[in-house]
């Protein structure tokens, strides 16, 4: 099992501008176990996928919950996780310093903190309390014996942001607050990307939602990116199947889908212990 220590500086390593790797998010231990048997180099946890398992909608499990969750995937394989910790499950700075002080010690390479207040009717935080909070963020895993990578989300875009230059300014303000990575959900086409990865001097990671799904690797890594992360969309498409399933039976009454799924099994059997 490699150090802390390793998997952290293979994480930091991963990140190299125009050279992007993917990082799955795994939902429980059996997906990271299939996901790293299949050949990730690192994988990161995801809050919607997890909340499913719990019978939740996302932002809907607490910090206990989350971190060990986080332990889980980080035991379950040797790859660095990256936990998603959503906002730091608090809105003073204090609260956001002590969750992520609580994550470097639970095993995990990295991390990251979104401006997402929570709160429908203000669904961001202001300007100056985002960066205060991710600066919270940053001196917490600083003053770890082993400081973690930490990307700060600007989440602007899933709430009906449009303007792009307003969530640069967040991410150029979360930069200069020393977050690692930098990271803008909701990135709808790659003119988006590259205006972004010009615009800051950190690595960006970009989530491929369905605006970006026919996008090629290679097109992102012409933008600029460092890394690509899926969020619950792997979790989601499983989920889909099920779905897809439960109306066949219900509805049909036909299984056809019983023959595919018996594929599965002798292609996952060298995943699992």
């Known amino acids: 099992m490699p150090t802390l220590d390793a998997k952290v500086r293979t994480f930091r390593a991963l990140h190299r501008p125009g050279d992007p790797f993917i990082i799955p998010n795994p939902w429980d231990e059996g997906s990271a176990r299939v996901l790293a048997g299949l050949g990730f180099e690192a994988l990161a946890t995801t809050s919607s996928g997890f909340a499913f398992t719990r019978g939740r909608h996302d932002y809907g499990v607490g910090r206990d919950e989350a971190l060990a969750h986080a332990r889980t995937i980080v035991e379950a394989t040797d790859l ?5 910790l959503e906002n730091g499950f608090g809105a003073a700075p204090g609260t956001v310093a002590e969750t992520f002080s609580l994550a470097c010690g639970i095993g995990v390479a990295g991390a990251s903190i979104e401006d997402s207040s929570g709160d429908p009717s203000r669904p961001l935080f202001d300007f100056d309390l985002a960066v205060e909070r991710v600066a919270a963020a940053v001196e917490a895993v ?6 973690i990578v930490l990307t700060a989300r600007a989440e602007a875009l899933l709430h009906g942001e449009t303007d792009l230059d307003a969530v640069i300014g967040r991410l150029q303000a979360f930069e200069a607050a020393g977050a690692d990575v930098l990271y803008a959900p909701g990135l709808a ?20 939602l369905p605006a970006l799904a026919g996008v090629a690797l290679d097109d992102i890594a012409e ?4 890394r690509v992360s899926l969020g619950g969309t792997l979790a989601w498409s499983v989920l ?7 109306g066949e039976m219900l ?6 889908f019983a023959g595919r799924a018996a594929e599965a ?6 995943f699992l212990r």
């Open 251 to 256: 509805s049909e009454g036909r299984f056809t």
């Open 189 to 208: 086409s790659l003119e988006a990307v590259r205006t972004v990865c010009a615009s800051v001097g950190r690595p960006v990671n970009v989530l491929l």
């Open 80 to 84: 660095p996780v990256s936990a998603d």
């Open 265 to 270: 099994a002798p292609a996952l059997k060298g």
């Open 142 to 147: 600083r003053g770890a014996p082993t400081p």
């Open 240 to 246: 889909s199947g099920l779905l897809h399933a439960s």
């Open 223 to 226: 933008a600029g990116a460092a």
